[in-house]
């Protein structure tokens, strides 16, 4: 079946394929949110976006293969439940945006910076440091050489709108020109959005509402 990136906590995980990165979505909890196996075709190393929560269904995604690495899209608590059984199971090394490593129980053994590069296997992703939901975001772009750029967003880009600011003005406006400037700027609308709860969407189904993203101020 086609991928449509509808998942459900205890469901089905959805599988995109793509010509050299295998994508696996999982919905698992607090807050039905999302985490993303990506697997190298070549090699099959793969690398975990997100161990959110629920151990023990985040490692049977994983499976026998073993797991490269993990990153945490940023700090809030959500976003990191499983992060310890998963790394302790696994060996897997840790990434997540400098700012935030701070705030992440488990030690990060490679933070992150804008434009730092993540490998497994032949699998580049680029990091984009985005700021306002949380200090040190990262979204990670997966730039496919046969297709189009795929993005995983945490919770700095959703369909409808960048991720909750909680009523700070400036927050919001550092949040929405970083996604302004370092993703819908740079890349094309094809581009496939992976966000860290929810549907995924493109950056074409959100770019005409940008002005009125920021208009509302949120």
């Known amino acids: 079946m086609a991928y449509t990136g509808e998942v459900a906590v205890g469901g089905t995980p959805d599988v995109h394929e793509l010509a050299d990165l295998v994508v696996t979505k999982v919905a698992v909890g607090p807050m039905d949110n999302n985490a993303y196996l990506l697997r190298c075709r070549a090699t099959g190393e793969q690398f975990l976006v997100d161990a959110a929560n629920d151990a023990g269904t985040l490692l049977e995604v994983v499976g026998t293969d073993g797991l490269a690495g993990v990153v945490t899209t940023h700090r809030h608590g959500d976003h990191w439940q499983a992060l310890a059984a998963v790394v302790n199971a696994t060996g897997a090394r840790t990434y997540a945006g400098r700012e935030d490593a701070d705030g992440i129980p488990v030690p990060t053994a490679a933070p992150l910076d804008d434009g730092d590069t993540v490998r497994f296997g032949r699998v580049v992703l680029t990091a984009r440091h ?79 509402h940008l002005a009125e993203w920021r208009e509302r101020g949120w």
């Open 130 to 208: 985005l700021v306002g939901h949380t200090p040190g975001s990262v979204a990670l772009v997966y730039d496919d050489p046969h297709g189009h750029p795929h993005l995983f967003t945490g919770d700095c880009l959703f369909p409808g709108g960048v991720g909750n600011t909680h009523g700070d003005p400036a927050a919001f406006a550092s949040l929405l020109a970083d996604v302004t400037a370092k993703l819908f700027d740079v890349l094309p609308d094809e581009t496939w959005v992976y966000p860290g709860h929810g549907n995924d969407t493109t950056l074409g189904a959100e770019r005409p």
